[in-house]
């Protein structure tokens, strides 16, 4: 059997840049983020000392969700895991997803 270099998995997320690397990090304790880009032209994170390896995430440039007088942030992600096999990388982005949930209540 013969692995891809990465697995890729995208989400549409209800978050904007600042949010996303404010909770990023939590997700990958002591690792290393290289931030390039921006908010209305998109943007690139690497993190090649991730506890399972390098992972890179595009995010697109921020969006809105309107419902009703609401304005939601909207942000495409794509991660890209390196070196894992899907059953892994999957497992690992649950495990990160986790850290960009929010509670209602």
Known sequence: MILADYVEITRE???NHKDFL???PRSVPD???VV???ESD???IVIEDAPLG???IDLSAVGERRIALICLPVTHVRFR???LDQKSAHAEYERMSK???RGGG
């Open 54 to 56: 390098r992972i890179e």
């Open 36 to 38: 390039t880009g921006n």
């Open 31 to 33: 690792a290393h983020l």
């Open 13 to 15: 997320m209800g978050t």
């Open 99 to 101: 850290y960009f949930q």
């Open 22 to 24: 404010r909770l990023l």
């Open 42 to 44: 998109g943007a690139k």
């Open 81 to 83: 895991f390196f070196g």
